[in-house]
């Protein structure tokens, strides 16, 4: 079973970086698809980014394309979302999911079968 620990949130300023990172503990994770989620308070967890098991595909959400870059190293047991161009409507706590059908990803959070605690994520105007 694929356990998964978001870290990297805090506060920054609009128009500032962050890099969150996911450590994955299990052997099977390298054949996992990974993904991102957010959820701001009052609102629904929304999709941000999703990448296959191997790196060969990424997918990104609207609002973020352009600014955010998912990605993994399945030998380190990692993934990460560079996060730039930050906007305060990007404050939210930050999710990273894993699903074990590592060459389809799903843009909805019951498509994920394992989940972070979450990093929270502050964008000051």
């Known amino acids: 079973q694929v356990q998964l620990v978001e870290s990297g949130g805090g506060l920054v300023q609009a128009g500032g970086s962050l890099r969150l990172s996911c450590a994955a503990s299990g052997r099977t994770f390298p054949s996992y698809a990974m993904g991102w989620f957010r959820q701001a308070p009052g609102k629904e967890r929304e999709f941000v980014a999703a990448?296959?098991?191997?790196?060969?595909?990424?997918y990104y959400a609207n609002s973020v394309k352009g600014r955010f870059t998912i990605s993994r190293d399945n030998d380190k047991n990692t993934g990460h979302l560079q996060m730039n161009s930050l906007e305060p409507e990007d404050t939210a706590v930050y999710y990273c999911a894993a699903s074990r059908v590592g060459y389809s990803v799903s843009y909805y959070p019951s498509g994920y079968d394992t989940w972070g605690q979450g990093t929270q994520v502050t964008v000051a105007s």
């Open positions: 990448i296959h098991w191997n790196s060969g595909y990424t």
